[in-house]
């Protein structure tokens, strides 16, 4: 099995990674993490993102698994990461469907999110389009 966690730093997203090792501690883990495009944007700026983000990728592929191993407890245990470009829970529900996931694991909010929220608009919208089931974290 394929398990997708969406990651942005957050707590939730921290007890999205804790939860997928843990209970998935023999499938394929795809660490997804979501480079977020504003409303209103071009297609130049979604590619000056996407260039600014090839830019980066040597030190996010390196920054990622250290910040990875101190959530996990086996430290030594595999996993893939990759970035997208665009609206969170469009490239999350895009990547299961374009990459054989056979399910989500996301925080009930981001960053962004306020914790008094149950669950916010990117979790709820991956939640109802999602081809796949979905767990979320509080």
Do not use: C
């Not at 966690?5 to 501690?25: C, I, L, M, N, R």
């Not at 959530?71 to 374009?98: H, Q, W």
Request: net charge negative; aromatic share 4%; hydrophobic share 40%.
């Amino acid at each position: 099995m394929a398990i997708l966690v969406a990651y942005d730093g957050s707590e939730p997203a921290q007890k999205a990674v804790e939860h997928a090792f843990t209970t998935y501690p023999d499938d394929e883990i795809v660490l997804l993490r979501v480079i977020e495009a504003a409303d209103g944007s071009t297609g130049a700026g979604i590619m000056a993102a996407q260039e600014w983000l090839r830019d980066r990728e040597e030190e996010v592929s390196t920054e990622l698994p250290e910040e990875i191993a101190s959530i996990i407890s086996d430290p030594d245990r595999d996993f893939r990461t990759e970035t997208a470009v665009g609206k969170p829970a469009r490239e999350v529900v895009r990547f299961a469907e374009d990459n054989d996931i056979d399910h989500i694991v996301i925080g009930s909010h981001g960053r962004s999110g306020l914790s008094r929220v149950l669950l916010g608009s990117v979790a709820e919208t991956i939640v109802r389009r999602s081809p796949v089931p979905v767990t979320v974290m509080r």
